[in-house]
């Protein structure tokens, strides 16, 4: 009897701590505290399921609806440390955009683990995004069932639109006014993928908004994103009136914050935009603006 105790005791301790891993581990993300700093990884959290651990988000998650009873921290590019360790976080998690350097080393220094992932400027750059988080969050299938479903209905949305279609992108960049998008940035990375061209491919990021750059791109489409004022504004503006676009009726305002979020969404937001790109023109919706002088 006592053979066959020493036999077993062992194997029945041995099995008893494999069992007891996955629940330590499970423990210890469950008593996680995320702050999430990008509206993208947000989305994705909650979209694998772990939506509980967040404790704060940042201005630029908005969706789902259960972040907006959470406490804000703030934009992600001008975060400060008082307003993140308020929160007893035990992780920030956040991109290669957050700052500035000298918060982040201070919450560094103040002991608090940030994981700085690369934000995402492709459907590639995506999934990748969304693997890496789930395998921080010990989601792993759950990432990658998520990131093949976004793949398949991305590939969906590709291939759609005129491929010699000219488009310009604006944004609305706060006291620095209407900026233009060149190469190199999300908007761009958005017209690329479903195969139309930038007109403003002579430069990189943003760039003001100026008379001789819109008269000179002449696009056939134009988006403009967060643009203060409604459409009919933008028609009656002294250079985009007189575009191709304007003539035509196809100016058309975005008001999304998710269509520069590359996240768990980026399938809704290339549907959407091959749904404008494809709109007919609408001569009337011109008809009303104010003659050239």
Known sequence: MLTNYRTLCPRLMAGAVLLCLPMVSLTAWTAERIVVADGALTEIVYALGAGERIVGVDTTSGYPAQTQALPNIGYL???SAEGVLSLNPTLLLTTNEAGPPAVLQQLRGAGLRI???EAPYSLTGTLELIEEVGALLGRTSEAQALSN???DNVSQQLGQVEEDLRVMFLLHAGGQGVMASGTHTRADALLTMVGVKNVN???EGFRPLTSEGVLQGDPDVILAFHVQGNTRDLYNHPALRLTRAAREGRIHVLDKPQWLQFG?????????LTHLLNTPERPHMAAGRASPP
């Open 149 to 151: 479903e976004l793949a």
């Open 115 to 117: 994981e700085q992932l």
């Open 77 to 79: 590019r001008a975060l």
């Open 264 to 272: 768990p969404r980026l399938d809704e937001t290339l549907n959407e």
């Open 201 to 203: 491919d002579g430069f």
